[in-house]
């Protein structure tokens, strides 16, 4: 059966949702305003919402930050300071964006990617293996003459981090002017996951914009120095992720106790975020839930390798919360959960997930 011109107009956006009408109208060799007829009568029977042709049913979490090369180099013995350790090295994909956003897409989530890269051999390889696992990445940015940003991971043999160095200056470009001329691709968002590697400028304009739109913002912590791009105001923030050392910088306080977690986390509450999730590494995390305060422990499990684990907890958490906003209790279950399976994996994101991960945790 030959399709009609409408229904292939359908099914090209289907698979590349930002194609512009004017590629449509060369691809089936139709006017441009036969192609603009044939999206009007497809949004009219509801099966494209908006000018930006997005389905009602893959409205996609749009995910803002850093994307980068990591570099991890894991002693083979105990690290000595002040000398030449032998050490093995490994090089995969990162950055706190980049890695919540191919979390979510292995787990079946639809998943927008605005990033910056340079115009070099990483840049080119990070956008294509994004593509690949399944992100839309026709929102990012990539520059010209400049080189992908990195990040340095020194491990111990354990697995565990002694240092990291990031060099994530091309962040610095994703500012508020960048962030509006992507308007039509960030609308449809059924959430909108923002690192702080991002300008402040740009986080402010991200959260005005929550405010004034009412979608869901989730900010992630990236490290204490910072903790300094947070808006002193966070009202309508729906989330913000961060680790005990982070929150600590925010109220300017140690966290020493339970009690002091606590307190620091009503202390940002009534600076207006709905929900504060605090990790504590093998500890598991403390939340908020509204007015109700939990701690939930981490599974034991043998670690590989530390890194990446934060970023699936946060993409877990994003990714419950999407199917249901009022249970932060299992939003914070499926995230360590998450973050076990890839304390078990050497890679950044754990290569086994699947859209039924998340679905039935064991008990």
Not at 7 to 35: D, N, T
Request: hydrophobic share 45%; glycine share 8%; with cysteine.
């Amino acid at each position: 059966m030959i399709e009609s011109k409408k229904e292939q107009v359908y099914q090209i956006i289907h698979a590349q949702p930002f194609i512009s009408q004017q590629e449509l109208a060369e691809r089936l060799q139709l006017s441009r305003s036969a192609v603009a007829g044939h999206i009007a009568s497809l949004i009219r029977e509801k099966r494209l919402l908006g000018r930006a042709y997005v389905f009602p049913e893959r409205r996609p979490v749009v995910c803002i930050g850093g994307a980068n090369i990591d570099r991890k180099v894991r002693t083979v013995g105990t690290l000595q300071m002040g000398t030449s350790n032998p050490v093995s090295q490994h090089e995969s994909f990162g950055g706190v964006a980049r890695n919540i956003a191919e979390n979510l897409a292995r787990l079946g989530s639809a998943v927008s990617l605005i990033c910056a890269v340079g115009d070099d051999a990483s840049g080119a390889s990070l956008l294509a293996q994004a593509r690949v696992a399944g992100m839309d990445t026709s929102a990012s940015l990539t520059l010209s003459g400049q080189g992908s940003g990195s990040y340095t991971a020194i491990l111990d043999a354990d697995g565990e981090m002694v240092l990291a160095l990031a060099h994530m200056q091309l962040c610095e470009q994703l500012d508020v002017a960048f962030l509006a001329s992507r308007q039509t691709q960030r609308a449809v968002a059924l959430m909108t996951v923002a690192d702080l590697n991002l300008p402040k400028s740009s986080i402010d304009y991200l959260q005005a914009e929550a405010i004034r739109c009412g979608h869901p913002l989730v900010l992630v912590a990236v490290s204490q120095p910072k903790m300094s791009l947070l808006p002193d105001n966070l009202q309508g923030v729906r989330l913000l992720i961060l680790n005990r050392a982070e929150l600590g910088t925010r109220v300017a306080q140690t966290l020493d106790t339970e009690d002091d977690i606590k307190h620091a986390c009503r202390l940002v509450q009534a600076q207006g975020v709905q929900d504060v999730i605090v990790t504590l590494g093998e500890a598991g995390v403390m939340l908020t839930d509204g007015a109700e305060w939990h701690q939930l422990h981490a599974p034991a499990v043998d670690v590989c390798d530390v890194t990446g684990a934060g970023d699936a907890f946060a993409a877990a958490v994003c990714w419950s919360l999407c199917h249901d906003d009022t249970d932060m209790i299992s939003a914070a279950q499926r995230g360590l959960h998450l973050a076990a399976l890839t304390l078990q994996s050497a890679a950044t994101v754990c290569p086994d997930l699947t859209p039924d991960t998340l679905i039935n945790l064991p008990k």
